[in-house]
């Protein structure tokens, strides 16, 4: 079946740092989301893509969406102490409308 | 900004028996989903509900889970007879205002952690 590969699963670094999350799926999907989600909390949605190629930027993230929309990533420059969590990708197929998650990949600012 | 409620917050039960696990989506959503997360894990899909019937389900959606939409505002998820392995948090979601063939934006609610013992 479809899967979404997600890597790295955790990431450790220092306050101010970048961070890089990569999602892979085995087949084209029609649109990405991805999520955030807090320490005890529950997923929040921060952005969606559509189109081929594209890229998104929402102050210090930047989301982008393969040319063969088959892969994904989120960017963070800089990364606060406010940034802690794990992020997810969720993939929609071409031929159902269930989303896909990737594993997560969990942002750690190291002390 | 409107929210999806969930209840109980935590849930403590013995192996074999029943739950309920009870969400109120967002008002004018037409959309519902429970999702479960065992814990550091990743998020998994178990249902979808539009227009009053299962859309997809996922093969954790096994015949000890159901799904109801009892009255306009309340979404439950059933479990019939509780394993060990049904212990994770159990997330409600809703999304989608119109038809529009496509996913938007899922909110979820807050979880409810149940515990199997």
């Known amino acids: 079946g479809q899967q979404v590969m997600q890597i790295p699963q955790y990431q450790h670094v220092q306050e101010g740092e970048d961070f890089t999350t990569y999602c892979n799926s085995s087949?084209?999907?029609?649109?990405i989301q991805w999520y955030k989600q807090r320490p005890g909390g529950h997923p929040v949605f921060l952005i969606q893509?559509?189109?081929s190629g594209e890229v998104k930027k929402q102050k210090r993230l930047t989301f982008q969406f393969g040319e063969a929309k088959k892969n994904s990533s989120l960017h963070i420059t800089a990364t606060q102490t406010t940034d802690v969590g794990t992020y997810f990708c969720?993939?929609?197929?071409?031929?159902?409308?269930?989303?896909?998650w990737g594993a997560g990949t969990k942002l750690i600012i190291k002390p | 900004e409107p929210e999806v409620t969930q209840t109980p917050s935590h849930q403590v039960t013995q192996m074999g028996q029943e739950v309920i696990l009870r969400c109120v989506p967002i008002?004018?959503?037409?959309?519902f989903y429970w999702y479960r997360q065992i814990l550091g894990q990743k998020v998994e899909f178990l249902v979808s509900?539009?227009?009053?019937?299962?859309?997809?389900k996922s093969e954790i959606f096994d015949d000890q889970f159901s799904v109801e939409r009892p009255d306009g505002s309340n979404f439950t998820l059933k479990i019939r007879s509780t394993k060990l392995e049904d212990s994770a948090m159990y997330f409600c979601?809703?999304?989608?205002?119109?038809?529009?063939?496509?996913?938007?934006?899922?909110?979820f609610g807050s979880g409810t952690q149940l515990s199997v013992l």
């Open positions: 509900f539009y227009n009053n019937e299962i859309s997809e």
């Open positions: 979601a809703s999304s989608g205002t119109t038809w529009t063939g496509d996913n938007e934006k899922l909110f």
């Open positions: 893509l559509v189109k």
């Open positions: 008002s004018n959503h037409l959309y």
């Open positions: 969720a993939g929609e197929g071409d031929s159902n409308y269930q989303l896909i």
């Open positions: 087949t084209t999907l029609s649109n």
